[in-house]
């Protein structure tokens, strides 16, 4: 059973930064396609960044150039570090990972204050 923890998640000011983490496992992280994910309220899930199992990455253009994800296969983890943070960022974040089948976490809140 694969499990995704998040964390990171909090309040900000607008223009700062966090830096989310997920803990993956339950599968060998390696062969995993991993993502970040955001739903704020009254809104749909949206995607907005992903990164492979050759560490290719790819994002959203609501974030292109201010977000950035990365992973660590060695300690079975994916980051998403968020600069230049807007109050339309606030949202809950989740992390999701693929392997012929979606997984998801639970997600984090992060708040960004105006």
């Known amino acids: 059973q694969v499990q995704l923890v998040e964390s990171g998640g909090g309040l900000v000011q607008a223009g700062g930064s966090l830096r989310l983490s997920c803990a993956a496992s339950?599968?060998?992280?390696?062969?995993?396609?991993m993502g970040w994910y955001r739903q704020a309220p009254g809104k749909e899930r949206e995607f907005l960044a992903r990164i492979n199992t050759r560490h290719s990455t790819m994002y959203a253009d609501s974030v292109e150039g201010r977000f950035s994800i990365s992973r660590d296969n060695a300690r079975n983890m994916v980051y998403l570090d968020m600069t230049n943070l807007k109050p339309e960022d606030t949202a809950t974040y989740y992390c999701?990972?693929?392997?012929?089948?979606?997984?998801w976490g639970r997600g984090t809140q992060v708040t960004v204050l105006s």
């Open positions: 999701e990972a693929f392997f012929a089948v979606e997984f």
């Open positions: 339950g599968i060998s992280f390696s062969i995993l396609s």
